[in-house]
């Protein structure tokens, strides 16, 4: 598996794209391997797509294209824009919550961070931020995206690892919302230096909150009916998609009304693309799932590690370099789809919760789009605002440490993760 390894990262270096590099490295394993037929090949490239519970991702895709574009996200930024108005950097505080508010809608950082660059960034230009910071801002806070529910993440880990989904859901909402009090605390700080001023002298009023709480509150119940709905066995995760792509219709025809054919036509449009690109990257990295599990390469790893240490903590501050590292070369959902099955062995082993394990390996793993060489959201910030991605990350230092500061808390504190699921499924 070290060559297929190699192989894999020298085709990425290539510029190859990642679901033809996975592709290419796999079958070179069967080649080398000739006691294996070739034709499991096959088998695994279908296989991998044969799962109830994976459907759940073209559904919650397609759902959350849909809230983009049936004024969900309009809704929103009112929302934040009155609850941050009166902080410093009041622009770049709106992209923090509603970073945090589109995890119920999205599930995507990366999307959520092109959506939010668009649509912040030359209001940021105006009022005098620099390209580089408000890059970096709107970059680093659409990874809250990625762990408020729904988590296309976490749906790819449980699916892999065989964790309850709907624990993976509940577990990320406290992190989320600390990591929300993180970044909002670092913009302020980092504005305060700047001079990035408050638009308004004073908080909200209380009727100005509920004002807007009321606009938006179709949004914001969305990941709570999922929750609730898993929970009492209403639908399971694959059945809560498809639940999300109707209520998304029905808010977007009925309530907002603001989906129309066009753009029930564009939505469409642009879920096959997304949705073909992940599944295309799922389908052929069963290849070399297969090869892990022929190696034996879970069972190597977990030797090699438990001979560094068996404490669960060191354990995890050991992984989780390697987990950032990975992300710095390879794509988010691909780590996902190949350390999962990996990892998730070895820390059970020393008595790590999966949920807790799963929520901080999501995190981490999603980091890894706005870090150079190859984060995904790094170049397409960096891009919409003109600036140079060595500028991005200069300006990315106080959301990386806050970023960290979370990371090292929800390792100490293992309850950050698992007080809601405990709390919700027993």
Same mark, same amino acid.
């Not at 294209?65 to 930024?77: D, R, S």
């Not at 729904?150 to 309850?164: K, L, N, Q, T």
């Not at 969305?222 to 109707?246: H, K, W």
């Given at each position: 598996?070290?060559?297929?390894?190699?192989?894999?990262?020298?085709?990425?270096?290539?510029?190859?794209?990642?679901?033809?590099?996975?592709?290419?490295?796999?079958?070179?394993?069967?080649?080398?391997?000739?006691?294996?037929?070739?034709?499991?090949?096959?088998?695994?490239?279908?296989?991998?797509?044969? !799962?109830?519970?994976?459907?759940?991702?073209?559904l919650?895709i397609?759902?959350?294209?849909?809230?983009?574009?049936?004024?969900?996200?309009?809704?929103?930024?009112?929302?934040?824009?009155?609850?941050?108005? @009166?902080?410093?950097g009041?622009?770049?505080?709106i992209?923090?919550?509603?970073?945090?508010?589109?995890?119920?809608?999205s599930?995507?950082?990366?999307?959520?961070?092109?959506?939010?660059?668009?649509?912040?960034?030359?209001?940021?230009?105006?009022?005098?931020?620099?390209?580089?910071?408000?890059?970096?801002?709107?970059?680093?806070?659409?990874?809250?995206?990625?762990?408020?529910?729904?988590?296309?993440?976490?749906?790819?880990?449980? !699916?892999?690892?065989?964790?309850?989904?709907?624990?993976?859901?509940?577990?990320g909402?406290?992190?989320?919302?600390?990591?929300?009090?993180?970044?909002?605390?670092?913009v302020?700080?980092?504005?305060?230096?700047?001079?990035?001023?408050?638009?308004?002298?004073?908080?909200?009023?209380?009727?100005?909150?509920l004002?807007?709480?009321?606009?938006?509150?179709?949004?914001?119940?969305?990941?709570?009916?999922?929750?609730?709905?898993?929970?009492?066995?209403?639908?399971?995760? !694959?059945?809560?998609?498809?639940?999300?792509?109707?209520?998304?219709?029905?808010?977007?025809?009925?309530?907002?009304?603001?989906?129309?054919?066009?753009?029930?036509?564009?939505?469409?449009?642009?879920?096959?693309m997304?949705?073909?690109?992940?599944?295309?990257?799922?389908?052929?990295?069963?290849?070399?799932?297969?090869?892990?599990?022929?190696?034996?390469?879970?069972?190597?790893?977990?030797?090699l590690?438990?001979?560094?240490? !068996?404490?669960p903590?060191?354990?995890?501050?050991?992984?989780?370099?390697f987990?950032?590292?990975?992300?710095?070369?390879?794509?988010?959902?691909?780590?996902?789809?190949?350390?999962?099955?990996?990892?998730l062995?070895?820390?059970?082993?020393?008595?790590?919760?999966?949920? @807790?394990?799963?929520?901080?390996?999501?995190?981490?793993?999603?980091?890894?789009?706005?870090?150079?060489?190859?984060?995904?959201?790094?170049?397409?910030?960096?891009?919409?605002?003109?600036?140079?991605?060595?500028?991005?990350?200069?300006?990315?230092?106080?959301?990386?440490?806050?970023?960290?500061?979370?990371?090292?808390?929800?390792?100490?504190?293992?309850?950050?993760?698992?007080?809601?699921?405990?709390?919700?499924?027993?």
């Amino acid at each position: 598996m070290l060559l297929v390894l190699i192989i894999f990262l020298i085709l990425l270096a290539f510029g190859m794209p990642v679901a033809f590099a996975i592709g290419v490295s796999g079958v070179t394993f069967f080649l080398m391997t000739p006691e294996i037929p070739f034709s499991i090949v096959v088998q695994r490239v279908i296989t991998s797509t044969q !799962s109830f519970t994976l459907l759940a991702i073209p559904l919650f895709i397609f759902a959350g294209n849909l809230m983009n574009n049936t004024g969900i996200t309009k809704k929103l930024i009112k929302l934040s824009d009155v609850l941050t108005g @009166h902080m410093y950097g009041n622009i770049a505080q709106i992209s923090v919550v509603l970073s945090t508010l589109m995890g119920g809608v999205s599930g995507s950082s990366t999307a959520d961070a092109a959506m939010e660059t668009r649509i912040l960034g030359p209001e940021m230009l105006k009022k005098g931020y620099s390209r580089g910071y408000s890059a970096a801002v709107n970059g680093w806070t659409s990874l809250i995206t990625s762990t408020i529910p729904p988590s296309m993440g976490f749906v790819i880990y449980g !699916s892999i690892g065989e964790v309850s989904i709907g624990r993976l859901f509940a577990g990320g909402i406290v992190p989320g919302f600390l990591m929300m009090a993180a970044l909002m605390t670092a913009v302020s700080i980092s504005a305060k230096k700047r001079g990035y001023m408050p638009a308004k002298e004073k908080p909200p009023s209380l009727r100005e909150v509920l004002i807007a709480l009321k606009e938006s509150i179709w949004a914001l119940i969305f990941p709570i009916i999922l929750i609730v709905g898993i929970r009492f066995g209403v639908f399971t995760p !694959s059945e809560a998609g498809a639940f999300a792509a109707v209520y998304a219709i029905f808010v977007g025809t009925f309530i907002y009304k603001e989906l129309t054919w066009e753009t029930f036509k564009k939505t469409l449009r642009d879920s096959a693309m997304d949705i073909g690109a992940i599944m295309l990257i799922i389908a052929l990295s069963g290849i070399i799932g297969y090869g892990i599990v022929y190696d034996g390469v879970s069972q190597k790893l977990a030797a090699l590690l438990l001979g560094i240490t !068996s404490n669960p903590t060191i354990l995890l501050f050991i992984i989780i370099g390697f987990l950032i590292l990975a992300g710095m070369f390879i794509e988010t959902t691909v780590v996902a789809l190949l350390l999962t099955p990996i990892l998730l062995p070895v820390v059970t082993r020393v008595g790590i919760d999966p949920v @807790h394990f799963g929520v901080i390996m999501m995190t981490n793993v999603t980091m890894g789009i706005m870090t150079p060489p190859l984060g995904v959201a790094l170049y397409t910030v960096s891009s919409l605002m003109e600036c140079p991605p060595e500028e991005t990350v200069k300006e990315s230092i106080p959301f990386f440490i806050a970023y960290v500061i979370i990371e090292a808390l929800l390792i100490f504190f293992p309850q950050l993760v698992l007080f809601i699921p405990n709390l919700i499924f027993g």
